[in-house]
């Protein structure tokens, strides 16, 4: 994410909870709020951490961020998302950025970017907050398919669970760079040492089999193809 | 994930469980033994459900699996490690595989592949055992790097707490293909409709800026260098 000068958020930064607080490899949490905010935009998936019938789950979902709130969704029949306005949940965004090849195995590690959240999440019940909310996670996947396709339907609306959890409570972890073994022992050793980065971009559009003929992808899509992603 | 049909496994179904039955989206939901497999060989990362002091916490970490069991590691010092052995986790390793662009926002979606494990970690305390499994970790993120890298020594052994979690209880779900609304009244919307994927591949590998010159970087490293990786 690069941010330029004049949309820079004024400094803030994340408050430490006996939740969030960094026990280990200090070097690696950030208190600046605007890693949250970059790491949040850049993704589009979240696993969602939430008890259901007793049993801790881990459930890969859509999330939409406003920088103040934490949009996700689901039907009404999905059982951790009805189970999660009764109790807290942890939210965790994870991008993989990359291998940390150092010249001991044991040194060895991962570049990455997460944020996890926590709180209790708020049932979303207002008709205009429920659709900005639609729209916030909605863009945050697809961009311009909000403007694009059909909005949903009133029906639809009520079939869908639509949660948010505000961004106050977050821990965030960042790993960036080389092996730290340079200035070691080992670095003595007949031993490549570096990084090896992931790289995530979007792939060209596939159009539906049952696309009527005629109908051309919208410039919001077909400029996306084939463009770096955030995700990881 | 390609499996040629010498190397394919017998048929084994997943047991079902109350925690793992399908109970809605049941086409998404898988009871193939190999979709488990090739799903856990395709990452590196899951995301750990554990709690921690009473607080429900999902921790991205590095992971190994040999078909049969899954490895977590980290230091003696991380809480959440320290904490799984009491209590019963939940592992999830999601990888994103693109958007499902329909031609309604309610049908949107995302194609993706997720395998959910549940159960009580076992620490590895057998030195055997302890190094195969690390092995097993250190192989799966970096293929080549055990017998490359220095290996752990005795007091990295003991740092280290190596996790032990069986795949016997698994939910899988996987959606592919192209939307589901081309035979709805939708599609007579003069809407763009299909899927847009994403891709992950590794890179050019990078040096760190301590490599002492003449190190070049071993095949394996060199070889996969710009690749497709299946890490999403």
Not at 207 to 216: A, F, H, T, V
């Amino acid at each position: 994410m690069t941010r330029s000068p004049q949309d820079a958020p004024p400094a803030r930064p994340l408050a430490e909870t006996e939740r969030t607080r960094h026990r280990r490899l200090r070097e690696q949490g950030s208190l600046d709020r605007s890693d949250l905010d970059s790491i949040l935009a850049a993704g589009f998936v979240c696993h969602l951490g939430v008890t259901v019938d007793g049993t801790l789950t881990v459930v890969p979902t859509a999330y939409g961020s406003d920088g103040e709130t934490l949009y996700f969704h689901g039907s009404v029949a999905s059982r951790s998302l009805v189970a999660a306005p009764d109790a807290a949940v942890c939210v965790t965004v994870t991008h993989v950025d990359g291998l940390v090849l150092s010249r001991s195995v044991f040194e060895h590690g991962i570049n990455y970017r997460s944020a996890m959240l926590f709180g209790v999440p708020r049932p979303v019940t207002d008709p205009d907050e429920k659709l900005a909310g639609l729209r916030c996670l909605t863009e945050q996947a697809a961009p311009g398919q909000w403007d694009y396709a059909r909005r949903p339907s009133r029906k639809e609306l009520a079939a869908t669970v639509l949660l948010a959890l505000p961004l106050d409570e977050a821990s965030v972890k960042i790993r960036t760079g080389p092996p730290e073994d340079g200035d070691d022992p080992d670095a003595a050793r007949e031993v490549w040492a570096g990084t090896l980065p992931l790289h995530t971009s979007w792939g060209a559009l596939v159009p539906d089999p049952l696309l009527r003929p005629g109908i051309e992808a919208p410039p919001h899509l077909a400029e996306r193809a084939g463009t770096p992603a955030q995700e990881a």
